[in-house]
């Protein structure tokens, strides 16, 4: 791994309670994936800095002997970023990355009908090589987006982890299981989380039931102890929506966050997807886990399935829980843009809470950052653009009309910004996106495979389904 | 005026009633800035198209006379449509286009806030140029995202009437008057509505009385007369939110829908921005005037601003009113992308109807399409590709990843595409946007313009306010 300098770009800081703030003309100095000093442009990093972040390489470099950077060693990879804003590269908190195949194909459909008569019964189409197709395109996607990480939730996990290995991209995996899989079936995606945790640096795995009732108790409980004994933590689905918990407490005298309770799921560690139909006595029991719970919140899927009024980000945060933002599958977000993303959450929340003054900038974009790195489970590692952390930044280019005059980056952000306007994408210190170009993958290959497979993916003539949707 | 040919391309058909389509693989043609015919391609146009349409200097063209297309004169413009999807230019049936200059100077603050300690402070500042120069910025920022009408209500509209010709885009624009400019003010704004109604084949002209809270019934009453007397339509703001409709109640004994009726604008024919608080006994007599009255629904604003459930669109159209969808002014909505809003206008309706099936793709692409034509008072000329139509259309490249693979274009219209997508625009026959790049102006010089002057926008060192909010 190298060292490289990111020379005079501004820089949105984000810092843990209060306002962000954008430091213009700054030197992001990378040695050995991490960020190891940001100063103003043409100083030279403080001489203690690389030793101090624990990158021991770091430290015999020409910065620190505090000649200019461009006057440096050849290993220094100069970018130059000049009239660009650098952001911690975005988090997409929960996803289905190869559901990317069925972009379009199951719309204006309930959610029963979305599950049952589409998106399971495509399912039972799916084949290693379909998801590694899939996976690659949504790495090209979201890469090419300024997404620097994805928390995953699919089968064929071990596919999914070599597209992100391929791309540059970074990916928390977890091989999605039901119950109906039987114990040969829970064991091996057991494996593959045990498998993936080590496979690459990029990558961390996590186990992956796919939900509470989906999911028996039994396995729910067994998933639990071996996530303890191994120190993995779980993520899976629950408390989707309002119908789903009292389903849960009809069947099973319980809410889907006290089955998680019960079953050591939250005791163990848990990034939940939605958590739209939580009941007021669910905050007690996830406030003694805030610790080691985090939840993801995709508003743009509550919206289109009708799903009711969302995650309540408030009372959560209220309770020392973090939120993720993320884009759910393409099946139902039809894009993997975290852009668009915040922006609905910022719009519902003001919404919802029936207030303007909600959510302000700084508050949404520190759940697209340090939340979500929380989300990945990574909260001390990435989110943020400050010495010690992964160097996984996005460089926009906020410079054409849409986002013009520029009275306020941060509302640009928030408010105006588009995907097409990231220009540039480092994770772990290399550059996976070149002036709008993918570093690692051939786009035209990665596209005219996906077009070759997408039929294969939406083929309703096998019959069957992986499973039904009766929460 | 020329003619032209977009060969090879696939075109977006919205019926009336239905479904919206794709016919594959067309040839468009066009002469004196109407679509003339379409037909598969490669394929000669009916030889009487041309004249059935109304446009005589057409007649006498090789087209008529059966010769393949790329045999005819050279008069004839060829655009390659190879891998495009043509549809409709959208419209931006309601925006303030000049407020693009204080984008992101206004956020996180309630809708009295915004109006009483920003934007009506701000609008102090306000100059013929200033005014010219944020105009052109709105039309470039809008024909780039394929926006090929905007419906304008602001204040020097002569000058944003000279931004439009310029730029090639087409505009409604309606000169905003307050009661407080008094008689003289009010009779400027009048007189340039008459100067602008001929000015250019581009731009029509509509009164832009501002709202039933700031102009008076005796002012409502008078623009009414006029109106009718002239032949012009009204386009103003009114039943914003439910608290106004409320305080209307209070101050006047009527809501504001009942102040329109009674003033003779309904009768004259309006353009109703917003329609948020319309109360059960409004639509009765927005029935009676169904067939010249129009809304315009600007979803991001509502959200952003808190204003509640927005535009009630399933029962304006149970009464046969259309809906065209708008932006609002970039000092809310951040954009001037019409893609954005109907997206959230789709996402928004299923959420507020609790029903995922509420807005399918045909519906939403006819809102923005069909009704918004309506709303820009050319139902007949605008909002649908077919021969006798202007021909106003985007051509939109959907290969990019986020929209592949295409299962269905119409989702990704509504779902996947982002305004960067937009190819190629022609407004009136003419391009002006070619491969992402625009025509007729020089974006360079109109940021560096724009930029220069912005700060002299958001100044509130002046102190005073065009205007006070108090509904």
Known sequence: MGQSLIRNVDVLIVPETGECQVHEAQDIHVANAVITAIVPTGTPPPATTAASVGTPSADTT????????????????????????????LINSHTHSPMVMMRGAAEDLSINDWFNQRIWPMEVNLTPERVRVGARLACAEM??????????????????????????????????????????????????TRDLATIHPRI??????????????EDLRRTAD???????????????????????????????IEILDRTGILDAGALIAHACGLRDTDFPILARHADRTTVATCPKVYLKLAMGNGTPIEQLHAIGIRTGI??????????????????????????????????????????????????ANRPDTLGALEPGRQADIALLDLSAPHNQPLHDPRAALVYSVRASDVHTVLVAGEVVV??????????????????????????????????????
């Open 62 to 89: 020409a910065h620190s002997a505090g000649t200019p950077p461009l006057d440096s060693t050849a290993r220094v990879e100069v970018i130059d970023g000049t009239g660009l804003l650098a952001v911690p590269g």
């Open 143 to 192: 890469l090419l987006a300024g997404v620097t990480t994805f928390v995953d939730h699919y089968f064929h996990a071990d596919q999914i982890a070599q597209a992100a290995i391929e791309s540059g991209i970074r990916a928390d995996l977890a091989p999605t299981y039901f119950s109906s899989a039987g114990p040969e079936g829970i064991d091996a995606a057991i494996a593959t």
């Open 204 to 217: 961390t795995a996590s186990f992956g039931p796919h939900a509470t009732y989906t999911v028996s108790e």
């Open 226 to 256: 071996l996530a303890r004994a191994e120190g993995f933590r779980v993520h899976l689905h629950a408390a989707e929506t309002d119908a789903e918990t009292q389903a849960t407490l009809d069947k099973h005298g319980a809410t889907p």
């Open 326 to 375: 993320g884009t759910d599958g393409a099946a139902v977000h039809n894009t993997l843009d975290v852009w668009e993303s915040l922006r609905l959450l910022a719009l519902t929340q003001k919404h919802q809470q029936n207030n303007a003054e909600s959510m302000p900038l700084s508050d949404i974009l520190r759940l697209a950052t340090r939340h979500s790195a929380a989300a």
């Open 434 to 471: 070149r002036n709008r170009q993918l570093a690692n993958l051939d786009l035209a290959e990665v596209l005219a495979d996906a077009r070759s497979l997408a039929h294969t993916l939406v083929d309703l003539s096998r019959g069957g389904a992986v499973q039904h949707y009766a929460p």
